[in-house]
């Protein structure tokens, strides 16, 4: 009898356990396939990566330094000899320049973004279509 009561105990604590089914609403379906879709995903990389690349544009204005060095041994010579050379430079301006081409850059970013919102729409929409098909067969 203590037996079947540890079983009965057991068997009752791990049926609490299990964890119950979660409805989804059609919505709160939808927003998981959008926001899992590999897709959309890539898009916003996409998006993501022009913005940076509008950014890096205008790296064109800042200051750059370059350090070269060489070490060298003529020929039939013992000794090695070495030169270093230390240069400095920044565009003061441009007409056409990085000002235009972050400007380029930036408009392709933002159509890009018009582009991901207009694809996001289209799958959400997508989405919307098959369940409701879905319901009506």
Known sequence: IIFLFFVLLISTTLDAQKPTPQQLTMNDAVQ????????????RY????????A??????YYPTVDLTSKVYQNNGEKNLDS????????????????LQRYQQAKN???????DRIIQSNQTR?????????????
């Open 55 to 60: 950014k890096s544009e205008m790296a064109g």
């Open 83 to 98: 030169t270093t050379q230390l240069s400095t430079s920044q565009l003061v301006y441009s007409f056409a320049g990085p």
């Open 46 to 53: 996409q998006v993501q990566a022009l913005k940076s690349g």
């Open 125 to 137: 929409l997508t989405f919307y279509f098959h369940i409701l098909q879905g319901m009506h067969l």
């Open 108 to 114: 392709i970013a933002q159509v890009s973004e018009l």
């Open 32 to 43: 998981r396939a959008l926001k899992h879709s590999p897709d959309l995903k890539a898009w």
